[in-house]
């Protein structure tokens, strides 16, 4: 979801999530407990229809603090967020060496790259480490664009080697971190190189 509060799409979100603020706390509560159990067991696309759903039902019991009136229980494979105390639901980002796993319920660190087990530490970092050059080249200034033969060409390879590490994370980085979480969402889209969750294919 867009975090520009300007942006139209940003507007088509909030709408959206107006349906969860007429939900009463004790309904929010069972609704999202209801979902984590339907999330449980597998790696999410973050652009998944029932991801954004659950998200922007997290926001609204973040504001309201509905996980820690302990209305309804997760399901039990669910440990407490140490960020919100909401239950534990990762994202993994292009950012996860310097901010680690997000928390879907308040946008926080939820677990510091540091903090991860020894076992996934070498693949996300590698991981990370590979991407954060290819996306840079939709920030490079001008001196830097004017300086290879042809920025759109440069842009172009990036984009298409943005596409091949977000179908790694699918692929291969997401589902490990279930050995360790009861599910786990990934980003599939990199919206400053132009790369839509479609443009990521899993078949």
Known sequence: MATDANTPIDSLWKE????FRDFDDLTLA??????????????WRLSHPLLGAYRLAAQEAHERQVWLKRLATPPIAYAESPCCR???LPLLTRDVGQSGLICQHCNDSLVPFEELPQ????????WAAEYA???AVAHWD??????VEDYDR??????????????RAGQVLAPRLLDFYPAAVWE???ECLEVRPEDVGLG
């Open 30 to 43: 069972r609704w999202m407990a209801q979902t984590l159990g339907q999330l449980e067991g597998k790696a």
């Open 133 to 135: 050059p290819v996306h």
């Open 86 to 88: 909401a239950p534990m």
């Open 119 to 126: 076992s996934l530490q070498a693949g996300l970092g590698k």
């Open 142 to 147: 001008e001196q830097r664009q004017r300086a």
């Open 188 to 190: 599939d889209q990199d």
């Open 16 to 19: 959206y999530g107006l349906v």
């Open 154 to 167: 440069a842009f172009e390879v990036a984009a298409h080697e943005a596409e091949m590490l977000l179908l």
